[in-house]
T-cell receptor, first 112, second 109 residues
Framework: DVKVTQSSRYLVKRTGEKVFLECVQD?????MFWYRQDPGLGLRLIYF???????EKGDIPEGYSVSREKKERFSLILESASTNQTSMYLC???????????FGSGTRLTVV | TQLLEQSPQFLSIQEGENLTVYCNSS?????LQWYRQEPGEGPVLLVT?????EVKKLKRLTFQFGDARKDSSLHITAAQPGDTGLYLC?????????FGKGTHLIIQP
């Protein structure tokens, strides 16, 4: 069964901490995405990558960065966590860049 | 800017009833996907439609892509409590990938 695996289901971090969210896919997909999901706002794209070492800003990249050193792994980094980054974070990978693909189970991040 | 409007935003019905939810846009999409998401979980892909007028069936769920590829509908026959969840549509177009905000569906036993 194809999978997108996010390293943590729940995280609690303190304001100002550097936070790493890891995502690994086993489908050999070129395209990987990071979203955050908040009530009433839906899914919002943070960053995406169409290839190894390549990254593009999505709609809300401020306060975030990403790393894609290997095809199967796409990491989201919160440089200095703030309370307004408390959210559900979802990673996805897809065969085609303009098709929603397979999502991970999500990471519920709380910043205190 | 591509927008996908989903309606209704919330729907609560009794087990056994039929329902239809909609995903509409003024933009043309090359493909459209439907997902179901349960609380605390990631969205699970149900179907992808790519051809205008295309109809796909998944057990009691029927998905239709509009002829002009600007809209889609999801019809559920004889809804069951296990159908409860957030239904999301997403479309790929000239501006990239767009998600609707979803329809919250509750099926009461």
């Amino acid at each position: 069964d194809v999978k997108v695996t996010q390293s943590s289901r729940y995280l609690v971090k303190r304001t100002g901490e550097k936070v790493f969210l890891e995502c690994v896919q086993d489908m050999d997909h070129e395209n990987m995405f990071w979203y955050r999901q908040d009530p009433g706002l839906g899914l919002r794209l943070i960053y995406f990558s169409y290839d190894v070492k390549m990254k593009e800003k999505g709609d809300i990249p401020e306060g975030y960065s990403v790393s894609r050193e290997k095809k199967e792994r796409f990491s989201l980094i919160l440089e200095s966590a703030s309370t307004n980054q408390t959210s559900m974070y979802l990673c996805a990978s897809s065969l085609y860049p303009r098709q929603g693909g397979t999502f991970g189970s999500g990471t519920r991040l709380t910043v205190v | 800017t591509q927008l996908l409007e989903q309606s209704p935003q919330f729907l609560s019905i009794q087990e056994g009833e039929n329902l239809t939810v909609y995903c509409n846009s003024s933009s043309v999409f090359s493909s459209l996907q439907w997902y179901r998401q349960e609380p605390g979980e990631g969205p699970v892909l149900l179907v992808t439609v790519v051809t205008g007028g295309e109809v796909k069936k998944l057990k009691r769920l029927t998905f239709q892509f509009g002829d002009a590829r600007k809209d889609s509908s999801l019809h559920i026959t004889a809804a069951q409590p296990g159908d409860t969840g957030l239904y999301l549509c997403s479309g790929g177009g000239a501006d990239g990938l767009t998600f609707g905000k979803g329809t919250h569906l509750i099926i009461q036993p």
